[in-house]
């Protein structure tokens, strides 16, 4: 753990701060078992306050450990605007009787996407001697594809579905095309590294999947009109963004660097 090489203090702070995040994840994971409805407290209060501390351990990586300082400063920005919209959507969005959407809230949640676009692009850099631009292009090209398809596919039905306008359904929509290309680049960086083990990678990846996965389910439920706070939906959430936290504290394999070659390439 990269906690070791720091002073008792400060390792002391880094795991207390780890624990009351997972603690935290826990007791909200668990709430939403065992209630029926939204909490102002637990859902606009604890929630952001995990996402807060999620985004404290990326900044307090890069902070206190030179190497991915980069990488790690723009992933916890990243998870403390994610936090914010949190907050904004409960404190002035979620007491209105008519809630506009999309609001400044969906702002604050999608900026964390193209910073983790950055944050991930640094991240594989570090672990791949040769990295050429076509291959980042292909990729692109790869992901725009599927994003396309998958919004070509989904944009008529839902909004059919919702009787909403097209910038409402375009933006629930944006949520899981933005996951979806996210989630491209980390798995395609996994693909890259010939299954190169890396723990902060599988972390990464098992984040952003959670991010997908309710982001997804999230769409179909606003399409349907059953979707409440609450629910274990939510906790989904929560646990993606523990598990982007807890990333930056696994010890990365750089002993050694990816050779891109063979069919590592194509993949």
Not at 12 to 28: E, N
Not at 114 to 126: G, M, S
Not at 250 to 256: A, G, N, Q, V
Request: with cysteine.
């Amino acid at each position: 753990m990269l906690a070791k090489g720091l002073s008792v203090l400060r390792r002391v702070a880094v795991r207390g701060l780890q624990g009351l995040v997972v603690a935290g994840t826990l007791l909200y994971a668990g709430s939403t078992l065992l209630r029926t409805g939204p909490s102002v407290l637990l859902d606009g209060w604890v929630v952001p306050l995990i996402g807060v501390g999620a985004g404290l351990l990326c900044l307090a990586r890069a902070v206190l450990v030179r190497q991915g300082r980069a990488a790690w400063a723009i992933l916890g920005l990243g998870q403390g605007l994610y936090a914010c919209g949190t907050i904004y959507w409960w404190r002035w969005v979620a007491p209105l009787e008519q809630q506009p959407y999309p609001s400044l809230a969906d702002l604050l949640w999608l900026s964390f996407y193209p910073l983790a676009y950055v944050a991930v692009v640094l991240l594989v850099r570090q672990r791949i001697q040769r990295l050429q631009a076509s291959m980042w292009l292909d990729g692109l090209v790869g992901g725009l594809g599927a994003a396309g398809l998958a919004a070509g596919l989904a944009f008529g039905t839902i909004l059919d579905a919702t009787g909403g306008g097209v910038a409402a359904v375009a933006v629930y929509l944006t949520y899981p095309v933005a996951d979806l290309l996210l989630l491209v680049v980390v798995m395609g960086a996994l693909g890259l590294m010939g299954g190169w083990p890396d723990r902060v990678l599988w972390l990464l990846a098992l984040g952003m999947g959670g991010f997908a996965a309710a982001d997804t389910i999230n769409l179909f439920r606003q399409a349907s009109g059953t979707f409440q706070p609450g629910t274990p939906l939510d906790a989904l959430w929560v646990v993606a963004q523990t598990l982007v936290g807890l990333a930056a504290w696994r010890p990365p394999r750089l002993d050694r660097a990816a050779r891109l070659e063979g069919w590592a390439v194509l993949a």
